[in-house]
């Protein structure tokens, strides 16, 4: 049974930072690009980050790059997104991806 769960969503003040954490099983998670995607209000689903299974060559959409950087755990079957300088425009629901499977997502809420 494959189950992706996403964690570490909130509110936060604009600047500030959040680790958001995705523990997956029932899939060879070590082996598989994951991805972070985003859907803010009212917007579609967007693609945050990506990296390759081995960690290495990472990828941004140009609205994270240098704030946002994502990593994985493989012996842990897990990923992160650690997002720092936070922007009212960075709140959305945050959801983890790997291969066709998906969480429920966090919400992240930037506000003052």
């Known amino acids: 049974q494959v189950q992706v769960v996403e964690s570490g969503g909130g509110l936060v003040q604009p600047g500030g930072s959040l680790r958001l954490s995705c523990t997956a099983s029932?899939?060879?998670?070590?082996?598989?690009?994951m991805r972070w995607y985003r859907q803010r209000p009212g917007k579609e689903r967007e693609l945050v980050a990506a990296?390759?299974?081995?960690?290495?060559?990472?990828n941004y959409a140009d609205s994270v790059k240098g704030r946002f950087t994502i990593s994985r755990d493989n012996a842990k079957n897990t990923l992160y997104l650690q997002m720092n300088s936070l922007k009212p425009e960075d709140t959305a629901v945050y959801y983890c991806?790997?291969?066709?499977?998906w969480g429920k997502g966090t919400l992240v809420t930037v506000s003052s």
């Open positions: 991806n790997g291969i066709v499977y």
């Open positions: 029932g899939f060879t998670f070590s082996r598989v690009v």
């Open positions: 990296i390759p299974a081995a960690g290495v060559g990472t």
